[in-house]
């Protein structure tokens, strides 16, 4: 079974940093590029980085770029999203996915995990 | 970056209704892209790829349609399981974009 389980998550200080970790199982992580989607409260879904599947490319929304780096472990099997920085306005539940693509004929998302940005 | 605009925002409809979600593209993507149904507190489902295919294990009253920069997402029988919010992403360039949802209630 593909699956994909996020955690990391938590209440930092705006200007805090947070490494979010997202573990694969059930697929060939190493075949496959990942992204990272974001939900804030109550709102819509905001795609924020991906990375190719050995992790020499990358690609990130204006909103997180400079402040948020995307990596991955294929050792491990494993996504990260560090966040440094962080605002307000990053407060959300982040999901690690593997999203539909030209090359990737299945989407996958982990269950999510929030982060709170509050003093 | 590609700008993904949906209507309506909200839509309230019945049990049996004919429902009928617009994505436009800023510019075009072809037939790169997906719908989305999410329910409260969960992940998002995948729906529709390519523009019209079907996810399998999706039911048949979901159809999708369209290319370049109009898409709609057309559900032929509203069925009480259905009641969510939709979106509309395209996937034509390596960033993705998110429309900002559709949400379907009961009328």
């Known amino acids: 079974e593909v699956q994909l389980v996020e955690s990391g998550g938590g209440l930092v200080q705006p200007g805090g940093s947070l490494r979010l970790s997202c573990a694969a199982s059930?697929?060939?992580?190493?075949?496959?590029?990942m992204h990272w989607v974001r939900q804030a409260p109550g709102k819509g879904l905001v795609w924020v980085s991906r990375?190719?599947?050995?992790?020499?490319?990358?690609s990130y929304a204006d909103s997180v770029k400079g402040r948020f780096t995307i990596s991955r472990d294929n050792a491990k099997n494993t996504l990260y999203l560090q966040m440094n920085s962080l605002r307000a306005e990053d407060t959300a539940v982040y999901y690690c996915?593997?999203?539909?693509?030209?090359?990737?004929?299945?989407?996958?998302w982990g269950q999510g995990t929030l982060v709170t940005v509050s003093s | 970056d590609i700008q993904m605009t949906q209507s309506p925002s909200t839509l309230s409809a019945s049990v049996g209704d004919r429902v009928t979600v617009t994505c436009r593209a800023s510019?075009?993507?072809?037939?790169?892209l997906a719908w989305y149904q999410q329910k409260p507190g969960k992940a998002p489902k995948l729906l529709i790829y390519k523009a019209s295919s079907l996810q399998s294990g999706v039911p048949s009253r979901f159809s999708g349609s369209g290319s370049g920069t109009e898409f709609t997402l057309t559900i032929s029988s509203l069925q009480p399981d259905d009641f969510a919010t939709y979106y509309c992403q395209q996937y034509n360039s390596y960033s993705r974009t998110f429309g900002q949802g559709t949400k379907v209630e009961i009328k």
């Open positions: 990375i190719n599947s050995d992790g020499s490319t990358t």
């Open positions: 510019q075009s993507v072809d037939s790169w």
């Open positions: 996915a593997l999203l539909y693509s030209r090359n990737t004929h299945f989407d996958c």
């Open positions: 059930g697929f060939t992580f190493s075949s496959y590029w």
